[in-house]
């Protein structure tokens, strides 16, 4: 049974850093596309980084130049580390799989999903 679950969310001030932990089981990693999509409240569910196999990468505007994803096949982890957060970046954020249809924007697309972690950042 795979099994994807998230950690490291937390109540952060503008400007801080924040690294979360995607921790897989039940698959081989390195067999899978990873990513991180993020849901705010109210809003729908969008992409925001994913990482091939091979450990290229893909993000969101939005994110891009703050946000880093990475991958440890051997431990089966996927990490992002998130700079400068700003409070537009408060959401739920979702580790995600997929075995073939690679780094895609469409949450359809992904096979596998953790149930969440809540990142709020806020003065």
């Known amino acids: 049974q795979v099994q994807l679950a998230e950690s490291g969310g937390g109540l952060v001030q503008p400007g801080d850093s924040l690294r979360l932990s995607c921790a897989a089981s039940?698959?081989?990693?390195?067999?899978?596309?990873m990513g991180w999509f993020r849901q705010a409240l109210g809003k729908e569910r969008e992409f925001v980084v994913g990482?091939?196999?091979?450990?290229?990468?893909a993000y969101s505007d939005s994110v891009k130049g703050r946000f880093t994803i990475s991958r440890d096949n051997a431990k089966n982890m996927v990490y992002l580390q998130m700079n400068s957060l700003k409070p537009e970046d408060t959401a739920v954020y979702y580790c995600?799989?997929?075995?073939?249809?690679?780094?895609?924007?469409?949450?359809?697309?992904?096979?596998?999903w953790g149930p969440g972690t809540q990142v709020t950042v806020s003065s």
């Open positions: 990482i091939r196999r091979n450990g290229l990468t």
């Open positions: 995600v799989a997929n075995r073939g249809a690679g780094i895609s924007p469409t949450r359809q697309d992904y096979d596998y």
């Open positions: 039940g698959l081989t990693l390195s067999s899978y596309y």
